[in-house]
């Protein structure tokens, strides 16, 4: 598995999409579990086997998609784990959980389905760019095509019935991931948090609940699933999603009229310490490459494309930093190459490249 994405660069998704200078994904995620099996949290250590032996079975044998590829996470080692987490194709709660579980993902890893998280099975749909309604068509059609093969627990009053009382009804969790740089920089977040809170959104980090906003990227989704359908929830999500894009690109454009020069300058320093620094930790290199990032769409940094800040943001995590450059799990060593890679892949820019603002 290690060798299939080492030699894949980035997921589809990170390629970008519409609004993707904010928004740089959308994922729609559905939960399920099979009618007549406890939940997770009260199978047994059989029942819970058997469950992902069944599930495996149909994912395998339902032509859902071309290449998809079936793995058992109990079999893996902590740095692939670690990989699928990075490229958010599992939560990291199913990385670190001890039950037999699995996972498959298209060859794209556009779709990735879960088995044995915190419900029996979770499909999830990611996709670049500001597409929620394209992500839910998907999950929509594997949720079908599995739907006719297994029975999911399911009430007439409460529909999908899910581990967690938060899920039941539709199941369905839409989420995109923004990057906010000039909401963070301009101290802006208590905005941010009214429009969540005034349209009942969730608000969380890069790898959602419980984490920060690494590389000044966050998540929205959804808080209802009961009472409310699929669609409504996309759009939903989607209607906050454009006030928040609004909200983001004001500020960019207010910090470039009236503080230009300061902006450049914190712009400068950012690729100018990402192009020469011999050692650099994993966060302190996504804050920095969030400048970057923000900078190339402001049109301060000539020949940093999205598609290359974002690859970065992704490269030099730490799994992938071991699987691509060093398989060492030595932080000291690994700071060394995540420098080295750094300064490799810029230097298609010079610093006196940014422009004047």
């Not at 349209?199 to 000044?216: I, K, S, W």
């Not at 060093?326 to 932080?331: A, L, Q, T, V």
């Given at each position: 598995?290690?060798?299939?994405?080492?030699?894949?660069?980035?997921?589809?998704?990170?390629?970008?999409?519409?609004?993707?200078?904010?928004v740089?994904?959308?994922?729609?995620r559905?939960?399920?579990?099979?009618?007549?099996?406890?939940?997770?949290?009260?199978?047994?250590?059989?029942?819970?086997?058997?469950?992902?032996?069944?599930?495996?079975?149909?994912?395998?044998?339902?032509?859902?998609?071309?290449?998809?590829?079936?793995?058992?996470l109990?079999?893996?080692?902590?740095?692939?784990?670690?990989l699928?987490?990075?490229?958010?194709?599992?939560?990291?709660?199913?990385?670190?959980?001890?039950?037999?579980?699995?996972?498959?993902?298209?060859?794209?890893?556009n779709?990735?389905?879960?088995?044995?998280?915190?419900?029996?099975?979770?499909i999830?749909?990611i996709?670049g760019?500001?597409?929620l309604?394209?992500?839910?068509?998907?999950?929509?059609?594997?949720?079908?095509?599995?739907?006719?093969?297994?029975?999911?627990?399911?009430?007439?009053?409460?529909?999908?019935?899910t581990?967690?009382?938060?899920?039941?009804?539709?199941?369905?969790?839409?989420?995109?991931?923004?990057?906010?740089?000039?909401i963070?920089?301009?101290?802006?977040?208590?905005?941010?948090?009214?429009?969540?809170?005034?349209?009942?959104?969730?608000?969380?980090?890069?790898?959602?609940?419980?984490?920060?906003?690494?590389?000044?990227?966050?998540?929205?989704?959804?808080?209802?699933?009961?009472?409310?359908?699929?669609?409504?929830?996309?759009?939903?999500?989607?209607?906050?999603?454009?006030?928040?894009?609004?909200?983001?690109?004001?500020?960019?454009?207010?910090?470039?009229?009236?503080?230009?020069?300061?902006?450049?300058?914190?712009?400068?320093?950012?690729?100018?310490?990402?192009?020469?620094?011999?050692s650099?930790?994993?966060?302190?290199?996504l804050?920095?490459?969030?400048?970057v990032?923000?900078?190339?769409?402001l049109?301060?940094?000539?020949?940093?494309?999205?598609?290359?800040?974002?690859?970065?943001?992704?490269?030099?995590?730490?799994?992938?930093?071991?699987?691509?450059?060093?398989?060492?799990?030595?932080?000291?060593?690994?700071?060394?190459?995540?420098?080295?890679?750094?300064?490799?892949?810029?230097?298609?820019?010079?610093?006196?490249?940014?422009?004047?603002?």
């Amino acid at each position: 598995m290690l060798e299939t994405l080492k030699n894949k660069t980035v997921s589809q998704w990170l390629r970008g999409g519409p609004e993707g200078d904010i928004v740089l994904s959308s994922r729609v995620r559905l939960a399920r579990n099979i009618a007549k099996y406890p939940f997770l949290s009260r199978a047994g250590a059989q029942q819970v086997a058997r469950i992902e032996e069944i599930l495996r079975n149909k994912i395998q044998s339902g032509n859902i998609e071309p290449h998809l590829q079936y793995y058992r996470l109990d079999s893996m080692d902590p740095l692939e784990l670690n990989l699928l987490v990075e490229r958010h194709l599992i939560a990291r709660d199913h990385a670190e959980s001890d039950l037999v579980r699995g996972v498959a993902f298209s060859e794209n890893e556009n779709l990735s389905i879960m088995v044995n998280e915190e419900d029996h099975l979770r499909i999830q749909a990611i996709y670049g760019g500001l597409r929620l309604s394209e992500a839910a068509e998907t999950v929509l059609k594997v949720d079908d095509l599995l739907g006719e093969q297994l029975p999911y627990a399911f009430s007439a009053d409460f529909g999908y019935l899910t581990a967690c009382p938060t899920n039941v009804g539709t199941a369905m969790r839409a989420s995109v991931m923004l990057h906010l740089p000039a909401i963070i920089m301009s101290r802006e977040m208590d905005g941010l948090t009214r429009i969540c809170e005034e349209m009942d959104l969730a608000l969380r980090g890069l790898y959602g609940e419980g984490t920060h906003g690494a590389a000044d990227i966050y998540q929205i989704s959804n808080n209802t699933t009961l009472g409310i359908s699929e669609q409504e929830i996309t759009d939903h999500i989607a209607a906050a999603t454009e006030r928040i894009v609004e909200m983001e690109r004001n500020i960019r454009s207010s910090l470039l009229k009236q503080h230009g020069k300061e902006l450049r300058g914190r712009i400068t320093k950012a690729f100018d310490l990402l192009c020469c620094t011999k050692s650099i930790s994993s966060e302190e290199a996504l804050n920095l490459l969030s400048q970057v990032r923000m900078g190339a769409h402001l049109g301060l940094i000539e020949g940093v494309s999205e598609s290359r800040t974002n690859e970065l943001l992704l490269l030099t995590l730490p799994a992938h930093l071991q699987t691509i450059v060093c398989r060492e799990d030595d932080r000291v060593k690994r700071n060394e190459m995540r420098a080295s890679y750094l300064r490799e892949h810029l230097t298609t820019t010079s610093p006196s490249d940014t422009k004047e603002a």
